[in-house]
């Protein structure tokens, strides 16, 4: 599609009476409708200009293609689950934002159950997409922690991850094909819908991740597999963190694969530990939640192979394998509300998600206290121990501690860089860590990526602002 010309810059009053035209009731611009699309669960806030709620591929298109001709932005957003504010109207410059909001388009439009692919429209929910794929003996394993809430789209823009991973993989490793509009108003198809498929560039595990910031996606093909026909749930307590993490490690060398391995820490042990059927004794115990799943004879001996390892190396505490649904339900409620509280007790939380080799773990949770100690703040941590992703929750009492908070989450990022780990497991950058990539990625690499992004999007239409650092003044 040839780019449309350059029109000038139009005020709001006339920018909205031209997306009226063309969008009629699709278009929101009152103050509730943009007070919702104004955060995520980052804790950022942005007021957009205004807000597309799409109902088809066809307004995508023709909304990108007039933001081209009319030099204003597009952000997309699915459910608005995300940690990094990755959907908020960041543009500068003063150039409008204007949300593209996705959930309407939330039609599962068809599961192949002979070839094992289902076909949805991004605003699924993925929880949804889990629930449909099961009824017909199918299963589609990534589980991020909003499973119930975020949307299939914005999974697939931020390579979403969760417990899972280590078994499993991410949202990427289930993408065999999709539809996106690109920055341009082009509509492009990209992957197969086949297993294998070597044709040309990857394109689809090039937007696969991008946060939105290369393309929209409309439409996704999504690898499924037969359902495990068992699964049960192992929970130990160990004295400290370090005999946690020795556990995990020989279970996983030991010829074993575990569907999740999660572990808590000291500190969100004691604020979850009323959820548990037994007292946990002392102040450094650390809690390991594993499964098992596949075949019901091969789910129990990996789960009582896992129970026997933990004995061996010294836990304090073994809850006896759960293998109905509600009983192992009920163990992984204890794993989920840890972030629920620590949100409810302190009036500054930032949530980070650093990765580092799973031998690791243990070193880096034990110079947390070197990080408190310097800046006077606490740190919760827990995550998943099977891919050495580990959520840093970092408190304060006070919001005047906030550049306090802050400066101990690059503390924390420079710590985990330092043991050959990664500034983000599955949040993604957004806007919350752009400032941090440097940190990570070389100039060249950078340069290479800036690139890419000016080749895809030459006027900056979709979701400026977002991943890389700023180059000179930017306005919100």
Known sequence: MPQPKSQPRLNIPDLLDLLGREFGADLLADEAALAARSRDESG???VPAAVLLAQSEEQVVRLVGLANAHNFAVIPRGAGTGLAGGCLATAGGGVPGVVLDLTAMNRILRIDTKSLTATVEPGVITGDLRA????????????PASLATSSIGGNAA????????????????????LRAVLPTGELIRAGVNTRKGV???????????????LGVITELTLKLIPHPRAAACVAAVFADLNAAMRAIIAIMTRGHLPSAAEFLDARCLALVGDLLPFAVAGGQSALVLMEADGDANQVRREADGMEAICRELGATHILPS?????????????????STRIHEACAVYLPEDIAVPIGRIAEMVAALPGVEARHGVTIYAFGHAGDGNIHLNLTAPDEALRPRVEAAAEDCVRLALGLGG????????????????????????????????ALLDPRNVLNPGKIFPPEGPEED
Do not use: M
């Open 132 to 143: 449909a794929a099961k009824a017909v003996g199918l299963f589609y394993p990534p589980d």
């Open 158 to 177: 931020t390579n979403a991850g969760g417990p899972a991973c280590v078994k499993y993989g991410t949202t990427r490793d289930y993408v065999l094909g």
């Open 422 to 453: 990664t500034i983000s497991g599955e949040h993604g950058i957004g806007q919350v860590k752009r400032g941090l990539l440097p940190l990570e990625i070389g100039p060249v690499s950078l340069r290479l990526q800036r690139g890419l992004k």
């Open 322 to 338: 759960a293998t109905d649904d509600a009983d192992r339900e009920a163990i992984w409620a204890v794993r989920r509300s840890v």
């Open 44 to 46: 950022l806030v942005r």
């Open 199 to 213: 044709v040309g560039y990857d394109l689809t595990r090039l937007l696969v991740g991008s946060e939105g910031t």
